[in-house]
């Protein structure tokens, strides 16, 4: 069945430091890795996905098939950053999105 | 621009009530989802809808029924509520079918269950 890991529930950082917000899936044929990405009170919205290959207010992800990995990085940290961050996956035409548990980001003054 | 509308935003329900969650959709999408956030969780998906007059089970359907009404609306119905329903329920909706855009969310409903 497909899956999707997110390894820590919760990371903290300071502001200006890097962050990586680890992904790591299952799914043995061509995936589509999506960030989803939920502020203070506010609904979930779509962050990147990975066919874009886009930038999106500083956050990059690259899908790594080898380790079947996508990575969610920036360089510096802001902490208007600090939100919970699901990564999820689709596969094959689905219309289904698969979720991980979540990692809670907070960026510290 | 309403995009996806839930109704209601807090409920409060005693064990063994019934309810419907209501959603809306105003983008013309073919396909709509229920999830459930946990904490600890993630998203999991209850039901969904790849288009009007198909509904298909999730991950967790147990203790729920849902109905595509038409192509705006999906409603989500606990017949006899349970503590373990305990959650907050976001509907999504999403483009074409094997498209693959991205999902719309709604801006939740917070359910407890005593």
């Known amino acids: 069945a497909q899956r999707v890991t997110q390894p820590e529930k919760l990371l903290s950082v300071f502001k200006g430091a890097p962050v990586e917000l680890k992904c790591n899936y299952s799914y043995s044929g061509s995936p589509e890795l999506f960030w989803y990405v939920q502020y203070s009170r506010q609904r979930l919205q779509l962050l990147l996905r990975h066919i874009s290959r886009e930038s999106i207010k500083g956050f990059t992800a690259d899908l790594n098939k080898g380790e079947t990995s996508f990575h969610l990085k920036k360089p510096f940290a802001q902490e208007e950053d600090s939100a919970m961050y699901y990564c999820a996956l689709s596969w094959g035409g689905s219309e289904k999105l698969v979720f991980g548990k979540g990692t809670k980001l907070t960026v510290n003054p | 621009n309403a995009g996806v509308t839930q109704t209601p935003k807090f409920q409060v329900l005693k064990t063994g009530q019934s309810m419907t969650l209501q959603c809306a959709q105003d983008m013309n999408h073919n396909s709509m989802y229920w999830y459930r956030q946990d904490p600890g969780m993630g998203l999991r998906l209850i039901y969904y809808?790849?288009?009007?007059?198909?509904?298909d089970k999730g991950e967790v359907p147990n203790g729920y029924n849902v109905s595509r009404l038409n192509k705006r609306e999906f409603s989500l119905r606990l017949e006899s509520a349970a503590p373990s329903q305990t959650s907050v329920y976001f509907c999504?909706?999403?483009?074409?079918?094997?498209?693959?855009?991205?999902?719309?969310f709604g801006s939740g409903t917070q359910l407890s269950v005593l």
């Open positions: 999504a909706s999403s483009g074409n079918r094997g498209s693959n855009e991205k999902l719309f």
């Open positions: 809808s790849a288009s009007e007059g198909t509904t």
